[in-house]
């Protein structure tokens, strides 16, 4: 079965400032994806990132960026120049095809 | 192009009572997927539709929870004699059906508002 561990309750970062937010995550499926999500204080969830297992590099959507290491089973999302907007809580997941498998997510306030 | 659609996006109900949640997939799609969020958690999978078929129902309660995704309309979750325990976020996600993110392959879900929960 998969799981998705998110161990940072809560984070604070300088307006301006890279955070990362880390995820582990266990799965026995040869071929899989890590995914973020962020949700603001409205409670959409707004997908942030994907990547895939066997992707050669990490994926990049603009000031978002994924540290995929497999070895260590962790994907961790960076966050660079962070934005007041950013403010909101963030979710890794994981799928088994037909549903996703998601942490318990950290809450992100960023400080002016 | 509208978006996954969810009412109400807000809910009360007495203990008790029933809750019926309702579920409009964006245009095109045919699978839908119910997730719940209990305060302070992540996302929950808890049943997969497709048109007038359960898929997967293995994260939904063996009682009083069910689903629907009738061939026309929108899909319905339906809570009877709700608890204080069933408050939470009820979020949908459709997609349709095609596999992205290869090799990875998976269903791209997009997600609808959610609809909150509160049984007093």
């Known amino acids: 079965a998969q799981k998705i561990t998110q161990t940072q309750p809560g984070m604070f970062v300088q307006e301006k400032e890279a955070v990362t937010l880390d995820c582990t995550y266990d799965?026995?499926?040869?071929?899989?994806?890590l995914f973020w999500y962020k949700q603001p204080s409205s409670g959409e969830m707004i997908f942030l990132i994907y990547?895939?297992?066997?992707?050669?590099q990490n994926a990049t959507e603009g000031r978002y960026s994924l540290n995929f290491q497999k070895a260590r089973k962790s994907a961790n999302l960076v966050i660079s120049a962070s934005q007041l907007g950013d403010s909101a809580m963030y979710f890794c997941?994981?799928?088994?095809?037909?549903?996703?498998?998601f942490g318990s997510g950290t809450k992100l306030n960023v400080k002016p | 192009n509208a978006g996954v659609m969810q009412n109400p996006r807000h809910l009360v109900r007495r203990r008790g009572q029933e809750a019926r949640l309702r579920c409009s997939p964006m245009?095109?799609?045919?699978?839908v997927y119910w997730y719940r969020q209990l305060p302070e958690e992540g996302l929950k999978f808890m049943v997969y539709?497709?048109?007038?078929?359960?898929?997967?129902e293995s994260g939904m309660p063996k009682e009083r929870f069910s689903a629907e995704f009738p061939k026309e309309g929108p899909s319905i979750l339906r809570i009877q004699q709700v608890v204080r325990g069933d408050s939470a976020a009820y979020f949908c996600?459709?997609?349709?059906?095609?596999?992205?993110?290869?090799?990875?392959?998976?269903?791209?879900?997009?997600f609808g508002p959610g609809t909150r929960l509160t049984v007093l």
């Open positions: 996600a459709s997609s349709d059906g095609r596999l992205a993110g290869a090799p990875g392959s998976y269903n791209e879900q997009f």
């Open positions: 799965t026995s499926d040869p071929s899989y994806g």
């Open positions: 990547q895939g297992s066997y992707d050669q």
């Open positions: 997941a994981t799928h088994n095809f037909n549903k996703f498998y």
């Open positions: 245009k095109g799609h045919s699978h």
């Open positions: 539709l497709q048109k007038e078929n359960i898929i997967d």
